[in-house]
């Protein structure tokens, strides 16, 4: 009875030999792994939704385009589109372009055109000008003060154009400070000073208000220019006149390409400027409009002027955005 036992234990302990030396046991089951359940049905990922269709992701989208664009139509593209149907109903009733074909070959409507074409241009070309050499001198001339009045041209673009005006009738107009001074001095009765109320007063007034439009694009073309190009053409003895004409001045094209682009516009669209410096004989197509709806009561001829100044006013932010748009702006 006491052989017996050994000689189970040395078999038992032969047989669980392989056990010890492999470190796992014999499983029991090939099928699953002790422990793991049985992986479950791999179509949709565990706390994802299956994706929806495409049909229903795109009708989600235009259910989200629709109220800015039902917004846009309502309150923008319904009141033009009156104005349009407007210019295109004679007094008589019907559509007709006879209120197109009055007002063309109308001669204040020409002269308007004329005069808005012309100051447009002249006050853009003013702008670029003056624009121009005030951003090189806050860009590349140290002086005291140059952030400020850096920063200062930001808040300038937030002023009303008709409070430019007001401070120039303050300093130029007919009882102004000047006209007040030489009259105070000769004994006078007017002053001398009486450019305010024509053409080349509102050219002064837009150029004075539409400057800074200039100037901003510049001084972030200026702050990307390399210092180093600077240095390497003053130190080959490039004067300065040389280094903004070949070295600054093709950086800053499209700047100004961008910057006269806006002017262009804001200035086709001016009427605070107009109508505040009294100008007389000075018609723009704004004022025109002004004056055919309000003072005459020709609604038709207004809608048509207003048309004209739409179109040319889209056309010109169209070229805009080209020119934006390739100066990277």
Known sequence: MSSAVPGAVSAAAAASEPVRRSGRRTPKDHGTPKGRKAPKDRGTPKGRKAPKPRGARRDRRLLGVLPPVAALGLFFLYPLALVVRQSFSPDEGGISIGPYTEVFASTAFREALTT??????GSTAGCLVLGFALALVIAFVPFPG???VARFIDVFLS???FLITLALLFIYGTVGMVNGAWTDLTGAASGPVAFLTTPWGVLLAEITYFTPFVIRPLLAAFSQ??????EVASSLGARPA???RRVILPEALPALAAGGSLVLVLCLNEFGIVLFTGAKGVTTLPTLVYSKAILESDYPAACVVAVVNVALSVGLYAVYRMVARRAGA
């Not at 808005?116 to 241009?121: N, P, R």
């Not at 220019?225 to 600077?230: C, I, S, V």
């Open 225 to 230: 220019l390399d210092p180093a190009q600077l």
């Open 159 to 161: 002023f009303p154009s």
């Open 116 to 121: 808005t074409v012309l100051l447009a241009v």
């Open 146 to 148: 140059s952030r400020a």
């Open 242 to 244: 040389r280094i903004v």
